[in-house]
């Protein structure tokens, strides 16, 4: 049900005179994410199932090609009828919605990181020690020592329990998840300089959290004003002008950017994104975890998070262009 344009919403209603920039910026934003959604699709039916492409429906490649198309013509579709439907939805409830839905991911992601990050340490550590075959069994102890295997029954379970929890949770967990990567430094150096003990999986194991929670807290980042601004003239400028700048910024910057990562991380089968996932690729450290893989993907979700936040960023700056009530304060002393 579309809202009524006398109606009033914590996040204000659009001013009449403004409809069309409002409706526009709207489609653009909802469009981006629809593509998003059917890119993301498209590229695990090619890789797992070997279809050939969208863009091969324009070489006669065959039906298959032509779904992959009509995916992205669906979804925008959906995304047109979305945004007409509800024209009078305002510019900054629409952004909190994305970021509502972007809050979810990270969060689902940061629970499959820590359970993974938990889960292949403890495999790595009783196989270095000699002891997984008279805990599982010989038969599982070699099928746990081969990445193809622990990857898709051990990893992607986990991942999966990581996302379930997100849906019960309400907390990101930054301030946690520094704490657990601490931790995990401050074990490594007292095993190593009070008992002489180091393995390869207990570094790969903070390096494994440190590059997610680098990775996953930019879109948060983002919405707190966090990241630092090289333009030392932003500071001084009134609200209207922010906005501006951060709508052209979002688009001109921050989604290129993402799409640029996006096409070139994922744009086939041995791309750098891709290939490592596909081939649950690890380290050569011998006994170390078998997360190699994955840390290729935190490019692709790092990407992927950004461009629906900027996406979020994009409306809000256009809602502080027209001067729409509802504005966000940021938490904190955030913004540089």
Not at 246 to 274: E, F, P
Request: aromatic content about 14%; overall charge neutral.
């Amino acid at each position: 049900m579309s809202m009524s344009s006398n109606s009033t919403s914590a996040f204000g209603t659009p001013r009449r005179n403004d409809t069309t920039l409002c409706l526009a910026t709207r489609l653009f934003a909802w469009i981006t994410l629809a593509v998003l959604a059917a890119f993301l699709i498209n590229n695990f039916l090619s890789l797992s199932q070997d279809w050939p492409g969208a863009f091969a429906a324009f070489t006669g490649a065959g039906s298959l090609s032509f779904v992959q198309l009509a995916l992205y013509l669906g979804t925008i579709g959906a995304a047109i009828a979305y945004v007409l439907m509800r024209p009078d939805t305002p510019l900054r409830e629409d952004a909190a919605r994305i970021t509502g839905y972007n809050t979810f991911l990270i969060r689902a992601a940061f629970w499959a990181v820590l359970f993974v990050g938990i889960g292949d340490a403890l495999i790595s550590f009783i196989r270095v020690e000699g002891m997984l075959g008279s805990v599982v069994g010989d038969d599982l102890a070699t099928k746990l020592s081969r990445p193809q295997f622990r990857g898709p029954y051990v990893h992607i379970p986990l991942i999966l329990a990581g996302i379930i929890m997100a849906a019960f949770t309400r907390t990101l967990g930054f301030l946690w998840f520094a704490v657990l990567i601490v931790l995990a430094e401050l074990l490594i150096v007292i095993t190593r300089f009070v008992f002489s003990y180091e393995q390869a999986f207990m570094g790969d194991l903070v390096r494994f959290w440190y590059a997610a929670l680098f990775l996953f807290a930019s879109a948060y980042t983002l919405l707190e004003e966090g990241h630092v601004r090289v333009d030392v003239f932003y500071a001084g400028f009134a609200d209207k002008t922010k906005g501006r700048v951060n709508a052209i910024g979002s688009i001109i910057l921050g989604m290129v950017l993402c799409w640029t990562i996006l096409a070139i991380g994922m744009g086939g089968k041995a791309s750098i994104i891709n290939s490592p996932v596909m081939n649950f690729e690890v380290s050569q450290s011998g006994f170390g975890m078998y997360i190699k893989y994955l840390m290729a993907g935190f490019l692709g979700l790092f990407a992927i998070s950004m461009l629906i936040q900027f996406s979020s960023y994009l409306l809000e700056g256009v809602a502080d262009y027209r001067g729409d009530p509802g504005k966000r304060e940021v938490s904190g002393d955030s913004g540089h």
